[in-house]
């Protein structure tokens, strides 16, 4: 059927039945996926060093460790998506999860450049 013509009256605008529409997902949610996982981590971490009044150090461990405890949520999270068929959304979670891990590789180097061991 040419574009331009016009649909008779009656007939379907659906697509054929062997035509699949797969939800490949979406970069902008993977990589707000991961910043959700962030605030919540690092939300958790500090409630519990206020709960415990600093005598852990948990808060500041996990900003210490944001690598390692991304990990928790974001592995599942690409695992999830992937087997869902949804390969845009596990791309931008794994976007994200490189953007978290060169910043923090930053920081650190910016502040062990900073200190003195002597």
Known sequence: ?????????????HLPDDVAIT?????????LSVAIGHVV???????LDFILRGQGGIGLITLCC???????????LIILHD????????????IAAVITLLLNAT???VVMSTISFR
């Open 41 to 47: 981590s690092v939300s958790t971490a500090f409630l």
């Open 83 to 94: 087997r869902r068929g949804r390969a845009r959304t596990r791309n931008g979670i794994q």
């Open 23 to 31: 939800d490949r997902g979406s970069i902008w949610i993977g990589i």
């Open 107 to 109: 920081c650190f180097g």
């Open 1 to 13: 059927m040419n574009t331009t013509e016009e649909r008779p009256e009656g007939e379907s605008t």
């Open 66 to 76: 944001i690598g390692l405890v991304q990990l928790l949520y974001v592995l599942p």
